[in-house]
T-cell receptor
Framework: GDSVTQMEGPVTLSEEAFLTINCTYT??????LFWYVQYPGEGLQLLLK?????DKGSNKGFEATYRKETTSFHLEKGSVQVSDSAVYFC?????????FGAGTRLTVKP | KAGVTQTPRYLIKTRGQQVTLSCSPI?????VSWYQQTPGQGLQFLFE???????NKGNFPGRFSGRQFSNSRSEMNVSTLELGDSALYLC???????????FGSGTQLSVL
């Protein structure tokens, strides 16, 4: 069935380091792709999304590009901050059925 | 605009008991989805309700059930609790289902 594979964590970076969290999906169709973020003690929040091939979603300095040829939607940020410490979830949406990756915990140290 | 509200925030039950969790979606949202989050399994989809009808269902046993009321508020029920049901249960609402979900802070259920 349809699924999503996300880079395992935890990931620990120093402030201002470059971040990449890999995500690949399998699908027979063309899902919309999402990244959600969960800060400590909170529910998930939508971070960014892309709805078709080659679309780039961006928000708060984070970016991800819908790569149909590699079925990937890797999350990147050029310079992370301590406040970016959270768990990040990749989530393809298959016909209104949202599937979440296992989540990648990011810790950013000052 | 108030966000998604889940009650209670924490719950402790014993094996064999049943539990009901509540979710109030954002005003105007007609779709409510439920997820179970555990360290080992991550986020797993339970079910989605839209206009009082269950529209999608995940792979959970029949002990897990839900319903949605005419005001879009939703409840989730777990009967005959097992230790493995200990998890954070998250509710998410959206205007019409699917695309953009707004999550509550969750109900942390501990089964002893």
């Amino acid at each position: 069935g349809d699924s999503v594979t996300q880079m395992e964590g935890p990931v620990t970076l120093s402030e201002e380091a470059f971040l990449t969290i890999n995500c690949t999906y399998t699908a027979t169709g063309y899902p919309s792709l999402f990244w959600y973020v969960q800060y400590p003690g909170e529910g998930l929040q939508l971070l960014l999304k892309a709805t078709k091939a080659d679309d780039k979603g961006s928000n708060k300095g984070f970016e991800a590009t819908y790569r149909k040829e590699t079925t990937s939607f890797h999350l990147e940020k050029g310079s992370v901050q301590v406040s970016d410490s959270a768990v990040y979830f990749c989530a393809p949406n298959y016909n209104n059925d949202m599937r979440f990756g296992a989540g990648t915990r990011l810790t950013v140290k000052p | 605009k108030a966000g998604v509200t889940q009650t209670p925030r924490y719950l402790i039950k014993t094996r064999g008991q049943q539990v009901t969790l509540s979710c109030s979606p954002i005003s105007g949202h007609r779709s409510v989805s439920w997820y179970q989050q555990t360290p080992g399994q991550g986020l797993q989809f339970l079910f989605e309700y839209f206009s009082e009808t269950q529209r999608n269902k995940g792979n959970f046993p029949g002990r897990f059930s839900g319903r949605q009321f005419s005001n879009s508020r939703s409840e989730m029920n777990v009967s005959t609790l097992e230790l493995g049901d200990s998890a954070l249960y998250l509710c998410a609402s959206s205007p019409d289902g699917g695309e953009k979900l707004f999550f509550g802070s969750g109900t942390q259920l501990s089964v002893l």
